[in-house]
Nanobody
Framework: QVQLVESGGGLVQAGGSLRLSCAASGSTFSINAIGWYRQAPGKQRELVAAISSDSTTNYAASVRGRFTISRDNANNTLYLQMNSLKPEDTAVYYC???????????????????WGQGTQVTVSS
């Protein structure tokens, strides 16, 4: 099992930036992908971005060009740099880890078996 702890959420005005971090520990050898999901009130949890162990990335269309996912393998830390934030980006953001068949299909919710507790991101208009 992989333990994930997110940090970096908060309140920001539209057009601003935030950087989320996710510290991973435990059986990190068992995963090949780590990523960010988000869930707004009354909506389904959706993929924001994911990155594989070979650095293949996948982004939701709604964030492509504004958000950047990256990883620091030496410190087992995942980042999400969020720029040009919009009110519709408001949600709880979750870090997730699992196994994604890279090159076969985009990542799916069911690929991720370990989850963090979530961090709130609120973008005011």
């Amino acid at each position: 099992q992989v333990q994930l702890v997110e940090s970096g959420g908060g309140l920001v005005q539209a057009g601003g930036s935030l950087r989320l971090s996710c510290a991973a520990s435990g059986s990190t050898f068992s995963i090949n992908a780590i990523g960010w999901y988000r869930q707004a009130p009354g909506k389904q949890r959706e993929l924001v971005a994911a990155i594989s162990s070979d650095s293949t990335t996948n982004y939701a269309a709604s964030v492509r060009g504004r958000f950047t996912i990256s990883r620091d393998n030496a410190n087992n830390t995942l980042y999400l740099q969020m720029n040009s934030l919009k009110p519709e980006d408001t949600a709880v953001y979750y870090c997730a880890a699992g196994r994604w068949p890279v090159g076969v299909r985009p990542p799916m919710l069911s690929d991720f078996s370990s989850w963090g507790q979530g961090t709130q991101v609120t973008v005011s208009s």
